[in-house]
DNA sequence: GACAAATGATACTAAAGTGGTATCATTTGT
DNA sequence: ACAAATGATACCACTTTAGTATCATTTGTC
């Protein structure tokens, strides 16, 4: 189980490094260089990145990718939102059933305020706090 | 993305029916009646409990399971180690290299300690606090 | 205008994980 | 001896994950 899969692993590290990059547009292959993320990969996520206005892409020669947003309005969860579908830790098996005896999920009501501090933090993460050197 | 999967919410689900009962054997049979869980499936997670310790099987004529240790003492991040692996929600996938420029796991650092907060949640959660009414 | 360098779109694939089913062996109370 | 129970194991369909492959389109440069 991992909070975070490679396609968001991937699209982090990339925002991340085109982000650090005074150059404003960076070719999947100047990528590619830097991250050894295998190419047709990596541009399929560029791709959806573009997709869902996190990047801006420039088609033909000399073209590339840069950033939509500052980097601070880039946030985790919004990758993971793009990447994996939804945030949730907690999708009840039985939503119409009620779950037998006493124990109605008490278990669910468990889990979603452990969701609901697990979003919170992601929430808190966004590219720009990853890039400052120095902080923990 | 879930925190709890199917095998382990049935393990949870059979865990508090057995606690609740008096009758300290239940056989595969009786729990299917109650929790309508397919019988083959549910009889492999009650074997799987048996053999991680958490359940004692009777076989033969009117065996069955019942509990081999007290409900308190079962807890929600056991059952989960046992169905779904670790607990970890933070593997990285780049476990040698470094990853490249500043961006050197200070994500890891980050998600290690949301990790945390979810282990010491779900380690607090029993089958014995599951089943008291009324618990919000 | 031709060409090459770039992204856009889409379809395919291999391996692993999930949620089961099926079958036969063994144990044990009556 | 028999039936009712668990033990062990193998199988299967479906979905997700992590990619690969291919062709179409755009656009700067000569």
Redesign the pocket.
Known sequence: ??LI???TD?AIRALCFIAQHKKER????DLVKALK?????L??I??KL??NGLLI?????????SLARIPRKILISHLIKIF??SLRLNEC?FKKQRCPETNDCSLKKRVDIIEKHVISELESISIASLMRKGRD
């Not at 960076?26 to 292959?29: F, K, T």
Request: no cysteine.
């Open positions: 189980m991992n899969n490679r396609d991937y960076l070719a999947v292959s993320i295998p190419q047709p990969f541009r399929k560029l791709q573009n997709k892409s420039y088609k033909g020669q000399g073209g590339g990718f994996q579908g098996f």
